[in-house]
């Protein structure tokens, strides 16, 4: 069956089917969050938090968008209530922690580890608004119209912001890059 198939049946009372839907989008969504917030914990309670929402508002599903999309939706306002939540504990910027390298492995593998890290710390810089546009689009593959239905902005404009927020990561990148190279020496 298909995401939307099984959504709707769950709208209709089958609520046992959405154990199909989390089995099939829970990783996924982790990632996601993982990659929005750096933090394994959060990750997962949001994960939780989505899908306790979808149960919640069912009967709102309407099947004419894609389900992953409907769910984005969902995602994206548990992240934005967590952060709301969580801004008078914790800085916004404080909010992310540093993902920790491997130890004692391979070359090759600490290189590709180093530069993962050095991507992690540049997404880090960019704005909200920015990195989770990259992740929506590079990470969890919406389509342009989907992002912008999600966004709720005209295509164009996610274009714009997707290709500013790639030039600006490539070059917080670079700085990072220049200043780890000028450390190692």
């Known amino acids: 069956m298909t995401d939307n198939q099984l959504m709707e049946e769950a709208r209709d009372g089958k609520v046992e089917k959405l154990a199909v839907l989390f089995e099939r989008h829970h990783v996924a969504l982790f990632n996601y969050f993982l990659r929005l917030t750096g933090n394994r914990p959060g990750s997962e309670d949001l994960v939780q938090e989505v899908f306790i929402r979808i149960l919640k508002y069912r009967a709102t599903y309407q099947g004419n968008d894609k389900f992953t999309l409907w769910m984005y939706k969902i995602a994206r306002n548990a992240h934005i209530d967590h952060l709301r939540k969580q801004k008078d504990t914790v800085p916004l910027e404080d909010q992310f922690e540093e993902l ?19 991507l992690s710390r540049a997404l880090k810089k960019l704005s909200p608004k920015k990195k989770e546009i990259l992740l929506l689009s590079r990470f969890e593959n919406l389509k342009y119209r989907e992002i912008a ?23 917080i990148y670079s700085q990072l890059s220049q200043e780890a190279c000028r450390h190692e020496m």
Not at 100 to 118: D, F, G, H, N, T
Not at 155 to 161: A, D, E, Q
Request: charged share 35%.
């Open 149 to 171: 239905e999600l966004m709720e902005c005209p295509v164009g404009t996610v274009k714009v912001l997707i290709h500013r927020a790639v030039r600006e990561l490539g070059q």
């Open 100 to 118: 920790r390298s491997p130890e004692l492995i391979p070359e090759e593998k600490v290189e590709k580890a180093r530069q993962a890290a050095l």
